[in-house]
């Protein structure tokens, strides 16, 4: 899963270091490029890290995921519902999961349009007639499938493209016409429908708050940011030590609530018990008093 490479000639797989063979070569815009390692982690809804794992900067994400849920079944067991971006959206992940009986809260992955352009929301899909109709009533008929992606590429006329009064909306550049993908695959259809429901959006803002605080303390606070090691082995076992801080750090926090929790719950015992107290004193006084009141001779009666 995630093995494939699309471009053979890229730098990062063309180039290779000789101190550190494992890192491969990433760029960011701003900071140029540099030999580089992914760290991928997983976590449950408490933010207590589960699994983690190393690899090289140019592999893909997913490649990654076999490896996070057999170590997170380990300890937790299987999880009903996963959350993760689109980047672990592609056919083969969802697919995995989904043998698996889980759940996702994952985007699955689309291709976009460019900004100031049609969407592909704008396209209407005729299942009887197996296309895709345009805004302007033109017809996307079937041109291609992409098997290993489960995708069906419909494509318009080049002729009905030129003479259409919206093509500048509709087709970006030198383009003479428009192409739609559709998923032919139910795994896809699952998945996005898990991901709308109301519990998929609520786990999706539940891993943005979790692990993007998680990564940015790794980073900030435990030196994440910087590989100390070369190696892949070596490098995870940097990450598993962070990851061992951090979950150490969460856990005492988690003790102190729940100290907090039981001192407070002590004082309010005690709190209840002097109230208590002081009503059956109230109480016992006011009932003397009514004694006092009612008695012939003025004296308080005995309570032998």
């Known amino acids: 899963m995630g093995k494939r490479r699309r471009d053979i000639n890229r730098l990062s797989l063309r180039k290779k270091s ?44 997913i490649g990654v995921v076999p490896i996070l849920i057999e170590s997170h079944e380990r300890i937790l067991g299987t999880p009903s519902w996963i ?21 996702t809260a994952i985007r699955p992955e689309t291709k976009t349009s460019k900004p100031g352009h049609f969407s592909k929301n704008k396209f209407r899909h005729d299942s009887s007639r ?46 003479s016409f428009r192409t739609v993908s559709h998923y032919d695959s139910p795994c896809y259809w699952k998945a996005r429908s898990w991901y709308d429901s109301v519990y998929g959006k609520a786990m999706q803002k539940l891993r943005g708050t979790i692990l993007e605080g998680i990564m940015g303390q790794a980073k900030t606070y435990h030196g ?59 109480m016992k006084k006011l009932a003397i008093e009514r004694s006092w009141a009612t008695s012939p001779l003025g004296f308080i009666p005995s309570s032998n």
């Not at 959350?83 to 759940?103: F, H, M, P, R, V």
């Not at 895709?132 to 009533?137: F, T």
């Not at 489960?150 to 919206?166: A, G, H, Q």
């Open 18 to 61: 000789k101190t550190d063979p494992d890192a491969t070569i990433t760029h960011k815009p701003g900071a140029g490029s540099h030999l580089s390692y992914k760290a991928h982690i997983a976590t449950d809804t408490n933010g207590i890290i589960t699994a983690v794992s190393a690899s090289p900067s140019v592999s893909h994400d």
């Open 224 to 282: 994440m940011s910087r590989a100390r090691f070369r190696g892949l082995k070596k490098v995870e076992m940097q990450f598993l030590l962070t990851a061992t801080a951090l979950n150490l750090k969460k856990m005492v926090k988690m003790l102190d609530v729940e100290e907090i929790k039981d001192r407070l719950s002590r004082k309010f015992t005690d709190i209840a018990q002097i109230v208590k107290d002081i009503f059956k004193n109230f």
């Open 83 to 103: 959350a993760a971006d689109t980047k672990y959206g592609s056919e083969e992940c969802l697919k995995y999961l989904q043998d698996k009986n889980i759940k």
């Open 130 to 175: 197996d296309c895709y109709v345009c805004p302007s009533g033109k017809l996307l008929k079937r041109k291609s499938k992409n098997y290993p992606q489960n995708r069906i590429n419909y494509s318009s006329n080049k002729k009905d493209c030129s003479l259409c009064p919206l093509k500048g909306k509709c087709i970006s550049g030198e383009g």
